[in-house]
């Protein structure tokens, strides 16, 4: 607390329930100073780190979160998955561990320190790495979904124009998206080499404006099917979710 406060909590007539541990002439406990002091600092790196996400929080991880209720949602429909981000071998893992659908990756950035999982699926063709600025390896409605996270915000609204219809390209049933909310979480510095540029974290009135000039249209069935099951499976996703559909 700044000098400033402490001596307003003085002329106030002492009424700030902590001011004595302030004050110079108190009489209290040197420990209990200490402990207010931690939790203070406690609380202001839970708010500056917290509130934003972290550094570690990533929309691919809320992927796994999100699996059993885009399954609710899309039902057998959902057979086979891509999906295109950072640590996409963590996403694939999941989905064939579960068995229920089969599962590909893109990995858009270096795997150099991947492990060995990631190393042995990438070896399998099963994941591949492959820069989405450019048309993917795949046909046509190869895929009945695609889910693709956080790679989305690290590409430029030039690039975005030919990346997002080469996912739908690929899907036969809609292609979801998953992106971080404006301020939530921004690129470390070792990063920036991977990546190539900071997270630019768009708000949903702009992906809306985004969708309408580039023609491509919300699966509005789909997004009211997965906010009923979210509220029934009390699942509160901390990524905004898109949901679009394929071309006919």
Not at 105 to 129: F, M, Q, S, T
Not at 139 to 147: A, G, L, T
Not at 162 to 181: C, F, M, N, Q
Request: glycine fraction near 6%; charge should be positive; charged fraction near 25%.
């Amino acid at each position: 607390m700044s000098r400033r406060q402490a001596s307003s909590t003085r002329r106030s007539g002492g009424t700030f329930p902590f001011s004595g541990v302030f004050n110079s002439k108190s009489n209290s406990s040197p420990l209990l100073s200490i402990v207010l002091v931690l939790l203070g600092a406690s609380f202001l790196i839970y708010y500056a780190f917290g509130r934003s996400g972290g550094g570690d929080f990533t929309c691919t991880f809320e992927v796994q979160n999100a699996i059993p209720t885009l399954k609710n949602v899309y039902g057998d429909n959902m057979k086979n998955v891509l999906h295109v981000g950072p640590e996409s071998c963590s996403v694939v893992s999941k989905f064939l561990k579960e068995g229920e659908v089969e599962a590909w990756g893109v990995e858009p950035y270096d795997i150099e320190d991947a492990d060995k999982n990631c190393k042995a699926l990438v070896r399998k063709g099963i994941v591949r790495v492959a820069d989405i600025k450019f048309p993917l390896p795949y046909r046509p409605k190869s895929f009945s979904h695609v889910i693709v996270s956080d790679a989305l915000d690290y590409i430029s609204p030039k690039y975005l124009n030919k990346t997002l219809p080469e996912l739908i390209r690929v899907s036969a049933d809609g292609v979801i998206i998953l992106t971080g909310y404006p301020g939530q979480r921004r690129a470390k510095v070792a990063q920036l080499s991977k990546f190539g540029r900071p997270a630019k974290m768009r708000s949903s009135s702009w992906w809306k404006e985004f969708f309408s000039e580039t023609n491509l249209e919300e699966n509005e069935d789909a997004v009211k099917k997965f906010e009923q099951a979210a509220s029934k499976m009390s699942y509160n996703p901390t990524c905004q979710i898109f949901h679009i559909k394929s071309y006919n």
